[in-house]
């Protein structure tokens, strides 16, 4: 890998998954960041680490396409290499994580089978040890093929966040961790910074060449699984996660230092964070704005610090999850997924005191039962005084 820019981001147009299209992009756009025989030869073993969120079709833009994930097999597969694809789904129904299940629905099982590409379920593969940098839980459990492929590529979804704003390449390895070990990060750190070391962790112990995601489909709103599909036409190509994440955001109308899980690979320079020196080549040479994209409802902006009254009433108005029983199915994933087992299993109430607010029953809701709403309680403060008055 050496003499790589470690500051470029390729941004191409790319409208369809069309794998003909598709093909045709990822080529240019490689070719811009040294070709893919700088990166992979003959015999390799090259991990294409998808987005599988959980068991979502691939219309839903909760995970990286298959068409996608196909071009680059067919890619791949000319230059000689083997290919895996692998990740480890979000959240436990009866205590299994729904992984398997995930690769079905999604798509990706059948362009494995048909692509001659190989499935690997983070959850089955075992796990190598290591110790995070950061000193944040002693030891990390990684998954193996991690370290096993000769090479891998990370392939995030162009998604917002409904805790943490925004999901890229960075917060996509954190499917690195197998199966409900997940939960055990969210229990061990609540805080989005202190996610964002996790995430800085994983990075720092595996080696990911490339970075490339598929914003073809976008997620708006209350990402990473229960927003809405926005058509943005995008591929977003680097070998820095970060400098590829800083892009991305801006295209969002964000600046990187909004986003709270990227605080960590910032200060711990996991690449480049600032856009003045990142060069930006492919069909465009400054990241192009989504019009009218919507980002998650609880979103605050600039949030004030040290400013401790402020703060306490925007907490008393922060939103926060709810289940619908209208619409909830009681299959019990948001109960078992729950890292601090805040959701009661018959009434399926939240225990606010105990809610830790990772989001994570929103997230993996398959049925979009967990709604996100403003907490009215100053309201109801008033509509109290207002009814004794
Ligand atoms: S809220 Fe969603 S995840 Fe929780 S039990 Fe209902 S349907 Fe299942
Ligand atoms: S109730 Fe939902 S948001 Fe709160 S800790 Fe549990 S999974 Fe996270």
Same mark, same amino acid.
């Given at each position: 890998?050496?003499?790589?820019?470690?500051?470029?981001?390729?941004?191409? #147009?790319?409208?369809?998954?069309?794998?003909?299209?598709?093909?045709?992009?990822?080529?240019?756009?490689?070719? @811009?960041?040294?070709?893919?025989?700088?990166?992979?030869?003959?015999?390799?073993?090259? %991990?294409?680490?998808?987005?599988?969120?959980?068991?979502?079709?691939? &219309?839903?833009?909760?995970?990286?396409?298959? /068409?996608?994930?196909?071009? *680059?097999?067919?890619?791949?597969?000319?230059?000689?290499?083997?290919?895996?694809?692998?990740?480890?789904?979000?959240?436990?129904?009866?205590?299994?994580?729904?992984?398997?299940?995930?690769?079905?629905?999604?798509?990706?099982?059948?362009?494995? !089978? /048909?692509?001659?590409?190989?499935?690997?379920?983070?959850?089955?593969?075992?796990?190598?040890?290591?110790?995070?940098?950061?000193? *944040?839980?002693?030891? @990390?459990?990684?998954?193996?093929? =991690?370290?096993?492929?000769?090479?891998?590529?990370? %392939?995030?979804?162009?998604?917002?966040?409904?805790?943490?704003?925004?999901?890229?390449?960075?917060?996509?390895?954190?499917?690195?961790?197998?199966?409900?070990?997940?939960?055990?990060?969210?229990?061990?750190?609540?805080?989005?910074?202190?996610?964002?070391?996790?995430?800085? &962790?994983?990075?720092?112990? +595996?080696?990911?060449?490339?970075?490339?995601? #598929?914003?073809?489909?976008? =997620? /708006?709103?209350?990402?990473?699984?229960?927003?809405?599909?926005?058509?943005?036409?995008?591929? %977003?190509?680097?070998?820095?996660?970060?400098?590829?994440?800083?892009?991305? +955001?801006?295209?969002?109308?964000?600046?990187?230092?909004? +986003?709270?899980?990227?605080?960590?690979?910032?200060?711990?320079?996991?690449?480049?964070?600032?856009?003045?020196?990142?060069?930006?080549?492919?069909?465009?040479?400054?990241?192009?704005?989504?019009?009218?994209?919507?980002?998650?409802?609880?979103?605050?902006?600039?949030?004030? !610090?040290?400013?401790?009254?402020?703060?306490? +009433?925007?907490? %008393?108005?922060?939103?926060?999850?709810?289940?619908?029983?209208?619409?909830?199915?009681?299959?019990?994933?948001?109960?078992?997924?729950?890292?601090?087992?805040?959701?009661?299993?018959?009434?399926?109430?939240?225990?606010?005191?105990?809610?830790?607010?990772?989001?994570?029953?929103?997230?993996?809701?398959?049925?979009?039962?967990?709604?996100?709403? !403003?907490?009215?309680?100053?309201?109801?403060?008033?509509?109290?005084?207002?009814?004794?008055?």
């Amino acid at each position: 890998m050496e003499g790589l820019n470690l500051t470029k981001v390729v941004i191409s #147009d790319c409208n369809e998954y069309n794998l003909e299209l598709l093909t045709q992009k990822l080529n240019a756009g490689i070719a @811009m960041l040294g070709g893919w025989e700088r990166y992979f030869s003959p015999g390799m073993t090259v %991990l294409l680490k998808v987005n599988l969120i959980g068991p979502k079709a691939p &219309d839903t833009a909760a995970i990286t396409h298959p /068409e996608f994930v196909r071009a *680059l097999v067919r890619i791949l597969k000319g230059l000689g290499c083997g290919v895996w694809i692998g990740d480890s789904s979000g959240g436990a129904i009866a205590g299994i994580a729904p992984t398997a299940r995930s690769f079905k629905v999604s798509g990706l099982e059948q362009v494995a !089978r /048909e692509e001659g590409a190989v499935i690997k379920n983070f959850d089955r593969e075992g796990v190598v040890e290591v110790t995070p940098k950061s000193g *944040l839980g002693g030891k @990390m459990f990684i998954a193996k093929p =991690m370290f096993d492929a000769d090479a891998v590529i990370n %392939l995030p979804k162009l998604k917002t966040h409904s805790a943490g704003i925004y999901t890229g390449a960075v917060k996509n390895l954190f499917g690195c961790i197998p199966g409900l070990r997940k939960a055990e990060y969210h229990r061990l750190a609540p805080d989005l910074r202190d996610m964002g070391e996790v995430l800085t &962790d994983i990075h720092q112990a +595996v080696n990911v060449g490339l970075h490339i995601m #598929d914003g073809v489909t976008a =997620m /708006e709103g209350e990402g990473p699984t229960a927003g809405a599909v926005y058509p943005a036409g995008k591929l %977003l190509m680097s070998t820095d996660p970060l400098a590829l994440d800083t892009v991305a +955001v801006a295209m969002l109308g964000l600046g990187v230092e909004e +986003v709270p899980i990227l605080h960590s690979a910032r200060t711990r320079k996991l690449g480049e964070s600032r856009l003045k020196n990142i060069i930006i080549a492919g069909d465009y040479t400054s990241p192009p704005r989504l019009k009218g994209f919507k980002l998650p409802k609880g979103l605050k902006r600039g949030r004030p !610090r040290n400013y401790k009254v402020v703060i306490r +009433v925007i907490d %008393l108005l922060k939103t926060r999850p709810r289940v619908n029983l209208r619409v909830c199915q009681h299959c019990n994933m948001c109960v078992e997924s729950c890292p601090v087992q805040a959701i009661d299993r018959e009434s399926k109430v939240i225990d606010y005191t105990d809610c830790i607010e990772c989001m994570c029953c929103h997230e993996l809701c398959e049925h979009k039962a967990v709604e996100l709403r !403003r907490d009215n309680r100053i309201l109801d403060f008033f509509r109290r005084v207002g009814r004794r008055a």
